[in-house]
């Protein structure tokens, strides 16, 4: 399901966070509408402090069919739960997201999170 973004509103924050005992290196990438051509690509994990966002560029309208795909591979600490998260903020308000949450299996784990912008 596509995000919508208000082309006259702020900034567009995504942010990638992370529930569970699990220790996750992630590849954010931002492709232009109908291509495969790279706008961003973020790399990062989730075992330091520093923030897991993508900013989205603007003019926000350039954003229109634009996908963030975030490629995340893992390990599990324990077993139990995880929960992994695209979360889209507009002037503060959550816009939209995608989500996976399963159970850790101890071995390693991968998934795909995929958002569609619409302007």
Not at 63 to 75: P, T
Request: aromatic residues 8%.
């Amino acid at each position: 399901m596509p995000v919508i973004i208000n082309a006259n509103g702020g900034a567009v924050r995504c942010e990638f966070l992370f529930k569970g005992a699990i220790i996750a290196e992630y590849t954010a990438t931002l492709y232009e509408a109908n291509s495969n051509a790279i706008i961003n690509r973020n790399m990062g994990d989730n075992d330091n402090a520093q923030d897991d966002t993508m900013i989205l560029p603007t003019p926000l309208t350039g954003n229109n069919n634009r996908r963030l795909y975030l490629n995340v591979s893992f390990y599990g600490k324990a077993i139990g739960d995880y929960e992994i998260k695209i979360e889209v903020y507009q002037d503060g308000v959550l816009i939209g997201g995608d989500v996976d949450k399963s159970a850790i299996t101890g071995g390693k784990q991968s998934t795909l999170l995929a958002v569609k912008f619409s302007v």
